[in-house]
């Protein structure tokens, strides 16, 4: 079955940078496109970030925009999500997901077209 398993997260001061990694099994990798989301405590999850199976259709929340990026190495079947210029108000738990369906990219910040998510990793950024 699929499986998402994230990493990178931690506690680091407002300014600094961290990289998220998500790698995924049980799927045909360069078929799907992947998403990352945050929770914060008390908040929805929201969404943060997309990349399509081709590593086009990248798109950002306009929070992070300018300050994340994010990437996928087809051959290590591994997202990335780069965080620089970090805030205190990017403190969350992180999710990667995977889409529910292959060569699809629409609806990309709706949680509902992720079928997959991983376990998450913490980000805590400190001011």
């Known amino acids: 079955q699929v499986q998402l398993v994230e990493s990178g997260g931690g506690l680091v001061q407002a300014g600094s940078s961290l990289r998220l990694s998500c790698a995924a099994s049980?799927?045909?990798?360069?078929?799907?496109?992947m998403g990352w989301f945050r929770q914060a405590p008390g908040k929805e999850r929201e969404f943060v970030a997309t990349?399509?199976?081709?590593?086009?259709?990248?798109y950002y929340a306009d929070s992070v925009k300018g300050r994340f990026t994010i990437s996928r190495n087809t051959a290590k079947n591994t997202v990335y999500l780069q965080m620089t210029s970090l805030k205190p108000e990017d403190t969350a738990i992180y999710y990667c997901?995977?889409?529910?369906?292959?060569?699809?990219?629409?609806?990309?910040?709706?949680?509902?077209?992720?079928?997959?998510w991983g376990q998450g990793t913490q980000v805590t950024v400190s001011s």
């Open positions: 997901a995977v889409y529910r369906s292959p060569y699809n990219s629409g609806s990309y910040s709706y949680a509902g077209t992720y079928a997959y």
């Open positions: 049980g799927l045909t990798f360069d078929t799907y496109s």
């Open positions: 990349i399509g199976w081709s590593g086009g259709n990248i």
